[in-house]
């Protein structure tokens, strides 16, 4: 088993900044996929960032140039730095992983998932 813990979350004006960190404890893989995913009141959790490999990345159109995804091996530990921070942005955010490396955007794709941690941005 992999035990994901999300911190990093709060309260920010927009065009403010935010870093959250997922720190990943258990099971190790040789190779792994993880991933952010964000979830809006009444609507579905959908991909934020992923991070592969050598240090592949995807972003989503919504937060590509904004938002940075990174990770540290030596900390096993996952962050998202998110900048200029919009009320859009407003969601509970999830950090995800799954064994594999890949290019993998949906939520069924992800064996291990965080608790999540509240972001608000407001306006």
């Known amino acids: 088993q992999v035990q994901l813990v999300e911190s990093g979350g709060g309260l920010v004006q927009a065009g403010g900044s935010l870093r959250l960190s997922c720190a990943a404890s258990?099971?190790?893989?040789?190779?792994?996929?993880m991933a952010w995913f964000r979830h809006l009141p009444g609507k579905e959790r959908t991909i934020v960032a992923l991070?592969?490999?050598?240090?592949?990345?995807y972003y989503a159109n919504s937060v590509r140039g904004r938002f940075t995804i990174s990770g540290d091996n030596d900390k096993n530990t996952v962050y998202l730095q998110m900048n200029s921070l919009k009320p859009e942005d407003t969601a509970i955010y999830y950090c995800?992983?799954?064994?594999?490396?890949?290019?993998?955007?949906?939520?069924?794709?992800?064996?291990?998932w965080g608790q999540g941690t509240q972001v608000t941005v407001s306006s």
């Open positions: 995800a992983a799954r064994a594999g490396d890949g290019y993998y955007l949906r939520t069924v794709d992800y064996t291990y």
């Open positions: 258990g099971r190790t893989f040789s190779t792994y996929t």
């Open positions: 991070i592969w490999g050598g240090g592949s990345t």
